[in-house]
């Protein structure tokens, strides 16, 4: 029964505040959301990832070994992703994105929050360092079909992530008043976010119900085999690989909508906002079963 009510608590806090935005982008279709993004990428987003990656006691030789572990099922995720787009003879360049790039921000990381505490939350955010780095490098490129290093130079979640990794490099000690701001930001961050990714949810369409739901399932479902294959094979235990269980079980990133709306067609941007949509809704369901397993196995 304990463990029926951490579930509960983990993710009750998460459901909730979606919920809440998903009421107000449904009451209000105009609602702006544009304070929300332009502060979760300027500021919000790079404070966390220095926040939980200096204070949560990760350590430099942890937040490189998840990194590269969040790289490898990345690889899993886009040969799985390449045979279904195939199969479905979808775009398989442009559409891939929200095969492999899971929302490991919005809502990983405050459920890994809620699950394993700040520990936890340190881990998550090293493996969602990665999935921000690929929006900015792939996830361009795909939806793109060619780079622009301009995007990477102007993104500053990365020059949070220098910052971070090099006062762990160097084993700085993080000075009170910048922990505090950043704390206070990250928290705010996460809230915002949440709330963000429901009214996200509240306007977009789905084109495609049989197809969007097969790549939905694709996501939500193939996603955490291939992170449990990876943690079983390298024999990984405790509170860090139930983080990358849960992580990897994540739904698509609405990131790679905003992305895929600025460099892809019209078609391929609604068949990338089907599959968040169809992803996000299975995800209420696999979540809290993958939740309940790494809460039961791995502390």
Known sequence: MDLYIKLFDVLFPVFFVI??????????????????????????????????????????SVFIEYFIYALIIIGGFSIVGLIFLLLLKKDIISELPPL???????????????????????VASAIASVIILLHFTVGVLLAKKSFSLDILIKNVPIYGIIVAVTFLYFEWEVPGFLENTTFLLTYTTIFLVLM??????????????????????VRVIIGPIIGFSLIKYLDLDGFA???????????????TYLVGSMYSEKEVVDSVASVIVTSTMMSLITVPIVVFYSLKFFQ
């Open 196 to 217: 963000s990714l429901g009214i996200a949810l509240s306007r977009f369409q789905v084109v495609s119900w049989s197809k969007a739901s097969i790549l939905g399932a």
């Open 19 to 60: 919920g809440v935005g998903y009421y107000l982008g449904v009451k209000d279709p105009k609602f702006d959301t544009k304070f929300i993004t332009n502060f979760a990428g300027n500021i919000g987003t790079p404070a966390m990832i220095f926040y939980t990656i200096t204070t949560t006691g990760v350590t430099l």
């Open 241 to 255: 690989a139930g983080v990358l269980l849960i992580q990897s079980s994540m739904p698509s990133a609405v990131l």
């Open 100 to 122: 492999i790039l899971p929302n490991t921000g919005n809502m990983g990381v405050p459920i890994c929050l809620f699950a394993y505490g700040t520990a936890g939350l340190g």
